[in-house]
């Protein structure tokens, strides 16, 4: 069989196992029964603004974890698979730059990251801990998790999320899905490669919406701060662009200084107006 071309790869991920168990999410619904990533793409479009359920998954400890234990603050769920040797690395390697651009514009405990394990027979605990250091994640609020079952299976569905069987293991959807706080899916996002931009902006968008009331000093300096946060394609990084505020103080002392011409051109014509009409003294009159 050949090789996937470049762009098939950058939409979907293809596993280099052969044979691996598992069912794929379209047999338990009326999903089509053979991949086809249009379709597979209109069906995680249409996940946007769904709200996921409390799930149950064990993280790479054997810790139980639920998706309320990330609730207030933005979540970003990575899905893949543990045998997948050709797209689903990239993917987590794509993610691990992106995340690490997002902590240093948003910072380190302003968002979560969940790798989930969506091949049930394989992904264990033990295979996601060793997937995490293989692919040398560091990140405190980033957790690796496997689950089984009915959790798993209405988690993908929430989240829009394809697999089939494939002669390579599994075809299905490079996608990684940001959740808002509150737990509704707000942004997917596509491809085994992609800029950090891609994440950064739906998370800065969320965080931007949830940074508080402008009467609050620190939420008003908050929501300064990401607004004046922009992307540098030539550093791959965001900077605080302070020529905004530059622009903001030229252009107010001009409108002071016009508003100041404007007043005294006002008061100087009054001023000629009282002077017209008023009357002349006796000792003027001759």
């Known amino acids: 069989m050949p090789r996937p071309s470049l762009l098939w790869l950058a939409i979907v991920c293809i596993a280099g196992t052969v044979g691996l168990a598992a069912t794929p999410l379209a047999a338990k619904t009326s999903q089509p029964s053979v991949f086809d990533p249009g379709a597979a793409i209109a069906y995680s479009q249409a996940a946007v603004g769904r709200e996921v359920g409390d799930y149950s998954f064990l993280d790479k400890s054997g810790e139980a974890r639920r998706l309320s234990d990330f609730r207030g603050k933005p979540l970003v769920v990575n899905l893949v698979f ?24 948003l910072g380190e405990n302003s968002f979560s990251v969940v790798t989930i394990g969506f091949d049930s027979a394989q992904d264990t605990p033990e295979r996601m801990h060793h997937y995490a250091s293989s692919q040398g994640i560091d990140f405190d609020n980033w957790h690796f998790l496997s689950g ?28 990684t899905s940001v959740l808002s706080s509150d737990g509704l899916v707000h942004q997917q996002v596509y491809g085994a490669s992609f800029d950090p931009p891609a994440l950064v902006e739906p998370l800065k968008s969320l965080m931007f919406g949830q940074a508080g009331s402008l009467v609050d000093v620190e939420a008003l300096i908050e929501r300064v701060r990401l607004f004046c946060t922009f992307y540098d394609p ?8 302070y020529s905004f505020f530059f622009a903001i103080t030229i252009g107010g002392l001009s409108l002071l200084g016009v508003a100041i011409l404007l007043l005294r051109a006002l008061l100087a014509a009054r001023s000629r107006e009282r002077g017209s009409r008023t009357p002349p003294r006796a000792s003027e009159i001759r």
């Open 148 to 175: 089984t079952g009915v959790d798993l299976d209405k988690l993908l569905e929430e989240l829009g999320f394809l697999y089939f069987p494939s002669p390579r293991g599994f075809d299905h959807l490079a996608q």
């Open 82 to 105: 543990t045998a997948c040797v050709e797209s689903c690395p990239i993917i987590v390697q794509t993610l691990q730059h992106a995340v690490d651009v997002a902590i240093e514009a």
């Open 234 to 241: 030539a550093r791959e990084r965001y900077s605080f662009d």
